[in-house]
T-cell receptor
Framework: KAGVTQTPRYLIKTRGQQVTLSCSPISGHRSVSWYQQTPGQGLQFLFE???????NKGNFPGRFSGRQFSNSRSEMNVSTLELGDSALYLCASSLVGADGYTFGSGTRLTVV | GQQLNQSPQSMFIQEGEDVSMNCTSS?????WLWYKQDPGEGPVLLIALYKAGELTSNGRLTAQFGITRKDSFLNISASIPSDVGIYFC???????????FGTGTRLQVFP
């Protein structure tokens, strides 16, 4: 079966711009979580969606937002980009429970 | 953000050697997970642990869920070059699907 698909794989944006990242979960998975990975801070939890509802949220500013559609696909948006937002953004989907997480390959965002 | 303390930060070993790494937390978790991440890819689940004291193996990998529920360790026996990567522990609390990740252990294996 197809894995978790994240698009695009690479993205370069300018400070002040906004960006939208996409995640298509494994078919049948209704939970989608997003993580930010940086060399200095490691893997940090952004938010989790289940059946189009945000269930959990990490400690990120309001510039980071997300949503989930009825087909379980999810998007995350970052507005007013800052240099520090440069990171690998990972999406993970699961049927139930975090031990069922399957991660995508990520979107590497570079802000210049 | 919250993170687990994982050590060592990096390891450089020779092929065939055994490897140990551990993870500690100030919080109690009900599930401990170990992941491996290859360059340019997302983490892949290696082992999941669900009960305090549980010892679980997956091939050459063995992991244990600490009795206090605040720690876990991972052993890799007879390392091979394809073991190279970054290993992460992750903990999950009772009432949330949110995973808290460790800081990672970067493993290099030399032939």
């Amino acid at each position: 079966k197809a894995g978790v698909t994240q698009t695009p794989r690479y993205l370069i944006k300018t400070r002040g711009q906004q960006v939208t990242l996409s995640c298509s979960p494994i078919s049948g998975h209704r939970s989608v979580s997003w993580y930010q990975q940086t060399p200095g801070q490691g893997l940090q939890f952004l938010f989790e969606y289940f059946s189009e509802t945000q269930r959990n949220k990490g400690n990120f500013p309001g510039r980071f937002s997300g949503r989930q559609f009825s087909n379980s696909r999810s998007e995350m948006n970052v507005s007013t980009l800052e240099l520090g937002d440069s990171a690998l953004y990972l999406c993970a989907s699961s049927l139930v429970g975090a031990d069922g997480y399957t991660f995508g390959s990520g979107t590497r965002l570079t802000v210049v | 953000g919250q993170q687990l303390n994982q050590s060592p930060q990096s390891m450089f070993i020779q092929e065939g050697e055994d490897v140990s790494m551990n993870c500690t937390s100030s919080s109690i978790f009900n599930t401990w997970l170990w992941y491996k991440q290859d360059p340019g890819e997302g983490p892949v689940l290696l082992i999941a642990l669900y009960k305090a004291g549980e010892l679980t193996s997956n091939g050459r990998l063995t992991a244990q869920f600490g009795i206090t529920r605040k720690d876990s360790f991972l052993n890799i026996s007879a390392s091979i070059p394809s073991d190279v990567g970054i290993y992460f522990c992750a903990g999950q609390s009772y009432n949330t699907d949110k995973l808290i990740f460790g800081t990672g252990t970067r493993l290099q294996v030399f032939p």
